[in-house]
Nanobody
Framework: QAQLVESGGGLVQPGGSLRLSCAAS????????IGWFRQAPGKEREGVSCPSSSDGNTYYADSVKGRFTISRDNAKNTVYLQMNSLKPEDTAVYFCAADCWTVLAGGSGYWGQGTQVTVSS
């Protein structure tokens, strides 16, 4: 079973940047696409980004395109989410999830515990 641990959240001013990390156990990155989701208070969970292991296309939510970038370091078994030009509406708990394409389609995946991102002046 995949185990995921997020880190890197915090309080940042509008226009600032944060980089989230998702450390995966064992060979999780070899078997699953790991992506990022977020949930703001009172809102549904939404997909933020999910990398493709087949055709090379990466999913980004329209609201983050051009500002967020997903990447991975295989040697560290870690997936990152670089978030630039942050806006107050980006405030949410951010989760990484293994098998993110299945999750985007409404299925289940393996989740981390989440990390809080707050964008506020």
């Amino acid at each position: 079973q995949a185990q995921l641990v997020e880190s890197g959240g915090g309080l940042v001013q509008p226009g600032g940047s944060l980089r989230l990390s998702c450390a995966a156990s064992g060979s999780t990155l070899d078997y699953y696409a790991i992506g990022w989701f977020r949930q703001a208070p009172g809102k549904e969970r939404e997909g933020v980004s999910c990398p493709s292991s087949s055709d090379g296309n990466t999913y980004y939510a329209d609201s983050v395109k051009g500002r967020f970038t997903i990447s991975r370091d295989n040697a560290k078994n870690t997936v990152y989410l670089q978030m630039n030009s942050l806006k107050p509406e980006d405030t949410a708990v951010y989760f990484c999830a293994a098998d993110c394409w299945t999750v985007l389609a409404g299925g289940s995946g393996y989740w981390g515990q989440g990390t809080q991102v707050t964008v506020s002046s």
